[in-house]
């Protein structure tokens, strides 16, 4: 499964911006995708999961209420919503293919990886 994540850019705090990732086959339609990001100088951090169905969701306390994680099985295509965005969030972000069919916030329970999109916010 390949996976091709856009949507990335510079903008303002207090701006939104929408993440996608297009992956290459059906096969992610049946296991949990997640959203990781790793900030310039840190290590990789969960940010967002969502189970093969769309319906159970986990998400990063720091993101919580400001992020949605959502899919698009007949389009094979995850979705970030980003609002309020903040200096902090500024990151590359990775789009990632579950082993499993549940959401999970656990790097080792992906299976693929995407390249990564950038954010960058400016204060």
């Known amino acids: 499964v390949q996976l091709q994540a856009s949507g990335g850019g510079l903008v303002q705090a207090g701006d939104s911006l929408r993440l996608s990732c297009a992956a290459s086959?059906?096969?992610?339609?049946?296991?949990?995708l997640g959203w990781f990001r790793r900030a310039p100088g840190k290590e990789r951090e969960f940010v967002a999961s969502i189970d093969w169905r769309g319906t159970i969701t986990n998400y990063a306390d720091s993101v919580k209420g400001r992020f949605t994680i959502s899919r698009d099985n007949t389009k094979n295509t995850l979705y970030l919503q980003m609002n309020s965005l903040k200096p902090e969030d500024t990151a590359l972000y990775f789009c990632?293919?579950?082993?499993?069919?549940?959401?999970?916030?656990?790097?080792?329970?992906?299976?693929?990886w995407g390249q990564g999109t950038l954010v960058t916010v400016s204060s």
């Open positions: 086959r059906r096969t992610s339609s049946n296991n949990g």
């Open positions: 990632a293919v579950s082993r499993y069919s549940a959401a999970s916030s656990q790097p080792y329970s992906y299976q693929y």
